[in-house]
């Protein structure tokens, strides 16, 4: 029996059903409740935003676009800068200065997801944890709303519109017929421990890329000066299989003498797409949201800051069409431009960085990183760029114009 008050699980019919209540699909739902739909966000776990499978990193760019506030429960650690480091340890900084909002923050993501479904929850829509979605409805085709399973038991729920917002695995995805395959040159395999008994400077989160981690990077970001998650991230096509990610982490771990008292509080894994986006991320009925739109950015792995705000033109977008009574792929398009003129062209851009930066072998990289260390961080434009890679090593130039 439920106390007095408090909502059952779920009703029968919805207009807007979300599968996934990650920082994507917590804010599809809120953004879609805000604007009048009436709306079920589904989660499988029982507890949203744990266990945590994240290095916490976000860019200060999602509390431009959307309506968040940093709050101190999760906004543990803004950083000043992000340190870069080549294979011979020397080192490129990007400052928040002049980097503005590419620079971040640390976070506890367990609380910032929890924040984000508290938000959509105050905004109008219902919430169902521990209840997995393990089908799509149809009806003569069309899309009509999701099977779930909850407490053992199966139940059909109807509604006009079904956001996929399942992450990485996406099932949704794979049901609406929307090709979301990735190639192992396309997917990264990650690993990452949560550490205590660092010796760190907070201020900075720090970047190591070269045979280090190959095809990926080594990431330390300090929550304080002696906590950290430090993780590796490896491009699927440059390694045996994913057990590999463990020995190029604790090679690296050994031989820094930061971490000579350090101990490993947690460990998680996972995977991260780091390709070109997708053709399409909607079908009649159906939209795609976050990792399982493959929105994650190619050259970082970050996924937080993409999913929210692509989160936030969905849930608009899908209200909308279910105010218009038009839920066709062809009324979706609307969120297609959305999404896409606000990340699409930096998604690209840094699917080709990525494409070079991983054709590159470790005495490039250190060049590129010397050449760009001389270069002021005010003046980090592409011309003066190419001039300082011109002027150090000229042989590198025509390796670095396309990417410029
Ligand atoms: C090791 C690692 C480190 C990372 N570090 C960073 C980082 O520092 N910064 C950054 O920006 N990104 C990072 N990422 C990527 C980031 O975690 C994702 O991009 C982000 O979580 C995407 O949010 P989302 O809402 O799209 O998906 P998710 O956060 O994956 O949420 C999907 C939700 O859907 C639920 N779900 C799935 N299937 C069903 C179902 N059938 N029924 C009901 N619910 C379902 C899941 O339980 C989950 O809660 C990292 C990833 C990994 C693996």
Redesign the pocket.
């Known amino acids: 029996m439920l106390p007095a008050g408090v909502r059952m699980f779920f009703r029968d019919e919805y207009d807007v059903i979300v ?8 804010t599809a739902a809120r953004y879609a409740a805000m604007h009048g739909a009436d709306v079920l966000l ?4 029982q507890e ?2 744990s266990p945590v ?7 200060m760019e999602i509390f431009r676009h959307v309506d968040i506030k940093p709050d101190p429960s999760w906004f543990v650690n803004q950083v000043t800068g992000a340190r870069i480091f080549g294979p011979s340890g020397k080192h490129l900084l990007i400052d928040a200065k002049n980097a503005g909002d590419e620079v971040g923050a640390v976070i506890e ?1 367990d609380a910032f ?1 929890k924040h984000l479904a508290t938000l959509a929850a105050r905004a109008g829509a219902e919430i169902s944890t521990k ?4 089908a799509l409805l149809r009806d003569d085709g069309a899309i009509s709303g999701v099977t ?1 399973r909850r407490m053992g038991e199966y139940h059909d729920i109807r509604s006009k519109l079904v956001i996929g ?8 995805a794979r049901w609406a017929g929307i090709n979301t395959n990735l190639k192992t040159r396309d997917t990264t395999s ?3 421990y949560r550490m205590t008994g660092l010796d760190l400077d907070r201020r900075f989160t720090d970047f190591y890329i070269g045979s280090v981690a190959p095809g990926g990077y080594v ?1 330390i ?1 300090p929550k304080s000066d002696h906590v950290a ?1 430090v ?1 590796i ?1 490896l491009l699927l096509s440059r390694i045996r299989g994913p057990s590999e990610a463990k020995d190029y982490l604790d090679a690296f771990i050994e031989r820094d003498s930061r971490f000579r008292n350090a101990d490993i509080l947690e460990t ?5 797409s780091v390709s070109a986006p997708l053709d399409s991320v909607v079908a009649d009925g159906v939209m795609l ?4 739109a493959r ?3 190619p050259l ?8 929210v705000i692509a ?1 936030s033109v969905c849930g608009r977008v899908a209200a909308e069409a279910v105010a218009a009574g038009d839920v066709s792929s062809e009324y979706l398009q609307r969120y297609e431009e959305g999404w896409r003129g606000l990340l699409e062209e930096k998604l690209y851009r840094d699917y080709m960085a990525k494409e070079k930066l991983i054709t590159l072998d470790d005495e490039t990289l250190d060049k590129l990183i010397d050449a760009l260390s001389s270069v002021p961080m005010e003046n980090l434009s592409t011309k003066e760029i190419l001039t300082a890679v011109r002027m150090k090593y000229p042989e590198l130039v025509a390796e670095f114009e396309d990417l410029i």
Do not use: H, Y
């Not at 589904?42 to 776990?45: A, F, G, N, V």
């Not at 917002?165 to 949704?172: K, W």
């Open positions: 599968v996934g209540a990650g920082p994507a699909g917590s589904i989660e499988k776990r949203i935003g499978r994240c290095g916490e990193g976000v860019s993501r997801d209840t997995s979605v393990t779930v917002a399942d992450g990485f695995e996406s099932q949704v990650n690993l990452q990431w970001f998650n993780g991230g998680v894994s996972g995977g991260v949201v976050g990792d399982a929105m994650i950015d970082t792995g970050g996924g937080i800051s993409n999913g989160g």
